[in-house]
């Protein structure tokens, strides 16, 4: 079967990965963006130093080996980011509901939209002969919020922040792991010319 | 013995005071205290048993035992249970710190023991080791106070708290607990209020609270829209501030939640039954507001608007327009509907009324034209408000035929005219005109002649072949058909000579007119317009007037200023309109926007004669009221002249010198005068004249001189006797050969004596030259001849000194006689002025005088001696003296009595003429003696 896709198969998944990896940076710059839109509004976060455990570990795979087994385990990162992201939307809409449509609201969307345009463009990577980490089990909204030390609002602030936080972490280990995914693909690509 | 009776004393004591412990003397210790908190409301509630109804109550923060309260209160033992109870509201989250508390009984004359304490553990105890800060979340009112605290973390040491972006001063409470008070807190934004703790190194913890108004919404007013079920709306009041969804504020209507405002965010409620009151309750963490109404059902009727509305039946002035309601229960009500009809920019509102009114006639439509409908009804009795207005429908009414025209004859000659009509309106075409039809007759011929125009047309030309008038009918046709004609009969052409025109002044841009009632205008009157002296095509307007009106103003609309109007007054009978007045004016003058043209000048002798014609009545732009003539000069204007008489086009400029000259002349009206013509004329010498100037004097000097001449000859021996008298001649002692005659002193003509003052001489003496007679005038600068004295130069004498060489060369070109004396340096000499002739007059000169009968041979030889001898050894003789008993005085004596001129002061006698003597009957003396 590799041998029949020999001839098309390396020019669409160097395509492929290489899109995937622009998408990356593009959701790095937007999360990155987001997180400042966030400090703009809670502006004690500037002073703010993150404490505690990461809230997305490694622990979901072990060490990768090889670029396609970091692509699969950046993805498993990735997703649980996804749902930290998706927790934080409905518990910000659940208590400011939906009227306020700001550019950090906008923004909100914005990467939920493309982050999910890049877990869905790593798993057609990842499901063309590259392996990958198990999936990650989903995400319960309570979960996230259990994990802060305390309830109410702050703690739901401080939550948020290290959602973005762990967002901005991912998306960039995304955009240089698929970046050096598509340099192997590509290298592997000459020397088969 | 003594010592029982101190034993005595002491048990009385101790019995005493066991008895004031045991309620007898001192209240008993209240017992069973208990505390309760209430930690989101920040209240402690105490419990107690105990016998009294006063106590005191102290509070303390455990760790420090800082006193929080120390208070006195009453408090009654609850009569089912017996239990005492207070409560006690803390300023701070009870979390902050533990708090101590105890009590005790008080009565009028002691209090009790106090109560064992009863700690209540805050979130600082060390088995609590992480940071806490509260309250959490709190929602309180603008402007409020309110307390936070921090609780440290273990091991971690404290910076402070941060209120927004606003640093505060804490307090400390316990070992771990610091606390701020934050007064009249403003509005929180979206997300609240951060209120945050911080450590040297970290954020410790924090909490936010949310700062907002209570609700503010007003106005509820319930009505029906079915005639059944009811809506409620109100306006919404200040906004809360409070954002988050547990404290947006929750709206109940008579008790039931109102789910179209709490979950749509509208300010309204619906309820399917009609109710005759209303109560609205608003409600968030922060207060409670509470809004009533009350009406009947038929008070409140808001319908909903018309549906399906259409037109059945479209005519030309006519639509009937016919629509359906929703609501089956509005076909009994008794209702009135509003009609907004749209047309164009205008628009009309009409009200029909009638029960279940679903249909209405529009009357008073206009033919072809385009409307658009709204209809909006409400309920006829107790009228609440209009309903929901329907969508716009359009509406295009059919055609019909237009309005008859306004139609006019103008006649521009005896035989040719034009028939001219007013366009129609769009209300008056009724629909888009296909063309005209213009029929003609006259007495002479039967039947109509007919022709079909264009719709762009709206004049038609007329001939009339013989005197008989011309009946015009014009019509418009419109796919609707024709308009009735319009009937005009020629006028006569009367011209603007022919008639008294009289002068027609605007007023603001028009012109008022009025005129004597004509008993003949039976059909009213008709005014025209046009510019003066048009040809062809020409804009001619008109006004068709009652007969009842006799004065009409032709408005500045129609009216171009600066331009000359002709304005007519015709009666209308059922013949051919008759002229009554005329008028030509301007409905606003202008200056002339051109010069007066052909302007020239005339000279005649020092008069100039201005002539000029006036311009074209079309570049007048007013009644020429006058010229005025400037003079120009280069920077400025002078006026001459202002001639009032616009009939006058010329000028005469009088008394001009001979120069060069500029004229400027300017036509002026009403407004002012225009640019101006200019024209320049250089004056030249009249030369007819400059003969006669030259000729007359000359005749009658010459005249003068015959009659002098004449009187001269009548009256000679008298002027003889007076001027020259006879003159005894000389006793001469010797033989002489020679017949005596008078000495003949002829002047030398080419030296002369002038007297010259030089500066560089002595004032007091004056020196005598020859000078050259060519050089005479050469230096009448510097010299200065006195030929004004009347004194004869020969009787003058002057002392020179001589010696001076420039003076030397002066005179090199003189004769020798007078180089010679000039240039003698060595004799002081005083003679009379009398001039040497010089070498060229051969004989007629020499050193000195010689008598006349001396041989004249060898003069040249002898002048030449002479001259060498006087000139270098003798010099000038002394001439002043007159001795008879020389020789030279002797010779001299001839030329003594002889007239001398007064110019030259010269003997006018000359000594001799040629190389002969010259004889003593000369011209003069012939003259005088009569000879011929």
């Known amino acids: 079967m590799e041998g029949a896709a020999d001839s098309d198969t390396p020019v669409t998944e160097r395509s492929a990965a290489d899109r995937a990896a622009a998408l990356a940076r593009l959701l790095h710059r937007d999360c990155t963006r987001l997180l400042e839109l966030y400090k703009e509004r809670e502006s004690f976060l500037s002073q703010h130093a993150p404490g505690g455990e990461r809230l997305v570990t490694l622990a979901l795979c072990p060490e990768a080996l090889s670029t396609g087994e970091q692509v699969g385990h950046v993805r498993s990162a990735l997703r649980r980011c996804m749902g930290l992201l998706e927790c934080l939307i409905v518990r910000e809409v659940e208590e400011m509901g939906e009227e306020l449509e700001g550019e950090y609201e906008s923004l909100r969307k914005t990467v939920r939209d493309r982050l999910g345009h890049l877990l869905h463009s790593t798993g057609a990577l990842l499901e063309e002969g590259e392996g990958g980490c198990p999936p990650s089990p989903p995400l319960q909204c309570t979960e996230g919020q259990d994990e802060v030390e305390a309830s109410g609002s702050f703690a739901a602030k401080i939550w948020t922040y290290r959602v973005l936080l762990e967002l901005i972490h991912w998306t960039d280990s995304a955009s240089q792991t698929l970046h050096l995914f598509h340099s192997e693909k590509h290298g592997q690509q000459q020397q088969l010319l | ?932």
Request: hydrophobic share 35%.
């Open chain 2, 1 to 932: 013995m003594q010592g029982w009776v101190t034993l005595a004393l002491l048990l009385s004591l101790g019995v005493k005071r066991s008895l004031t412990q045991n309620g007898l003397g001192e209240p008993p210790v209240p017992r069973g205290l208990t505390s309760n908190p209430d930690l989101p409301a920040q209240t402690l509630s105490l419990r107690w048993q105990s016998d009294s109804s006063l106590f005191d109550l102290e509070i303390f923060h455990t760790e420090l035992m800082n006193v929080v309260l120390n208070e006195t209160v009453a408090v009654k033992a609850d009569p089912v249970t017996g239990l005492h109870s207070w409560t006690w509201h803390s300023p701070l989250p009870l979390e902050c710190t533990s708090l101590s508390v105890h009590i005790r009984a008080r009565n009028q004359l002691s209090v009790s023991q106090w109560s064992p304490l009863q700690t209540i553990p805050g979130s600082d105890i060390p088995v609590k080791s992480e940071s806490y800060m509260f309250p959490q979340d709190k929602m309180v009112p603008v402007g409020s106070n309110m307390s936070f605290c921090c609780i440290v973390k273990e091991k971690e040491d404290f910076k402070e708290i941060m209120y927004g972006r606003q640093e505060m001063n804490a307090t400390r409470l316990s070992r771990r607990t610091y606390a701020i008070t934050v007064t009249n807190q403003p509005a929180s934004g979206n997300t609240g209020t951060n209120v945050i703790c911080f450590s040297q190194r970290l954020t410790l913890t924090g909490a936010v609270v949310f700062v907002g108004y209570p609700p503010g919404d007003e106005g509820l007013v319930c009505e029906t829209r079915d005639l059944a079920s009811a809506e409620c709306s109100w306006k919404k009041g200040r906004d809360t501030r409070l954002r988050m969804k547990r404290s947006r504020t929750k709206y109940t209507l008579n008790g039931r939640d109102c789910l179209e405002a709490n979950e749509k965010k509208t300010w309204w409620c619906s309820s399917k039954v009609w109710e005759e009151n209303w109560t609205l309750v608003a409600r968030n963490p922060l207060g409670t507001v509470q809004l009533t109404d009350s009406a009947q059902l038929t008070d409140r009727v808001h319908l909903l608007a018309p549906a399906n509305v259409t037109v059945v039946e479209v005519k030309a002035w006519s639509a009937t327009l016919q629509w359906s309601w929703s609501v089956a229960a509005y076909k009994k009500l008794e209702m009135v509907c509003q009609l907004r009809l749209f047309t164009h920019e205008l628009s009309s509102t009409r009200n029909y009324g009638g029960p279940g009114l679903s249909s209405v006639v529009l009357e008073g439509l206009w033919p072809d034209s385009d409307y658009t409908v709204t209809l909006r009804c409400g309920s006829k009795h107790s009228f609440w408000k209009w309903g929901d207005e329907s969508g716009p429908y359009r509406i295009h009414t059919k055609m019909d035929r237009p309005d008859a025209l306004d139609v006019w004859m103008w006649m521009d000659s005896s035989n040719t005219g034009c028939v001219f009509w007013k366009p129609l309106s769009v209300r008056k075409s009724h629909g888009a005109l296909d063309g005209y039809e213009v029929s003609q007759s006259s007495a002479e011929e039967d039947g109509w002649t007919t022709v079909s125009l264009p719709p762009g047309n709206f004049s038609y030309p007329i001939i009339l072949n013989n005197s008989s008038d011309i009946t015009v009918a014009v019509a418009a046709r419109n796919p609707a058909g024709l308009s009735q004609p319009s009937t005009v009969t020629t006028p006569a052409y009367r011209a603007d000579s022919q008639l008294s025109v009289s002068e027609l002044l605007g007023t603001n841009g028009s012109f008022v007119l009025s005129w004597e009632p004509n008993v003949n205008a039976s059909s009213g009157y008709v005014v025209e317009w046009f510019p003066t002296g048009c040809s062809g095509l020409c804009p001619v307007d008109w006004k068709k007037l009652p007969e009842s009106d006799s004065s009409f103003t032709v408005n500045s609309d129609s009216l171009v200023a600066g331009v000359r109007y002709t304005v007519s007054v015709y009666s209308l009978s059922t013949g051919a309109p008759l002229l009554l007045q005329r008028w030509q004016g301007y409905s606003q003058e202008m200056i002339p926007s051109q010069s007066v043209s052909e302007l020239s000048p005339n000279q005649t002798g020092s008069d100039v004669l201005l002539s000029w014609r006036a311009t074209d009545m079309k570049q007048q732009r007013g009644f020429i009221r006058g010229y005025t003539i400037y003079l120009a000069n280069a920077a400025h204007l002078d006026l001459i002249a202002n001639i009032t008489d616009p009939e006058v086009q010329s000028y005469r400029v009088k008394g001009l010198s001979l120069s060069s000259y500029k004229f400027v002349v300017k036509a002026y009206t009403s407004a002012g005068e225009d640019a101006g013509a200019t024209v320049a004329i250089k004056m030249e010498m009249d030369t007819d004249m400059l003969f006669v100037g030259i000729l007359v004097p000359l005749g009658i000097m010459f005249c003068c001189l015959i009659l002098i001449s004449i009187c001269c000859y009548k009256k000679r021996e008298w002027v003889k006797k007076a001027f020259y008298p006879e003159i005894p001649g000389p006793k001469v002692p010797g033989d002489w050969s020679s017949p005596q005659g008078p000495l003949d002193v002829k002047p030398s003509p080419h030296s002369l004596v002038h007297i010259v003052e030089s500066p560089e001489w002595d004032f007091t003496k004056e020196g005598l030259f020859p000078v050259p007679e060519e050089e005479e005038e050469s230096e009448n600068d510097n010299i200065e001849v006195d030929t004004d004295s009347d004194e004869p130069a020969l009787l003058r004498y002057y002392n020179q000194v001589v010696g001076d060489g420039s003076h030397s060369n002066q005179v090199s070109d003189s004769s020798g006689s007078s180089t010679a004396s000039v240039g003698s340096t060595q004799t002081e000499i005083t003679y009379a002025g009398i001039q040497s002739p010089t070498s060229s007059q051969g004989v007629c000169g020499g050193g000195s005088y010689r008598p006349q009968m001396q041989s004249v041979a060898g003069p040249k030889i002898e002048f030449e001696a002479d001259f060498q001898d006087d000139g270098l050894n003798t010099g000038y003789k002394p001439q002043g003296s007159w001795q008879l008993d020389s020789p030279e005085a002797e010779n001299l004596s001839g030329s003594l009595g002889s007239p001398t001129s007064v110019t030259s002061s010269q003997f006018l006698i000359p000594e001799c003429s040629e190389e002969k003597p010259q004889p003593p009957n000369t011209w003069f003396h012939n003259l005088l003696s009569g000879k011929s």
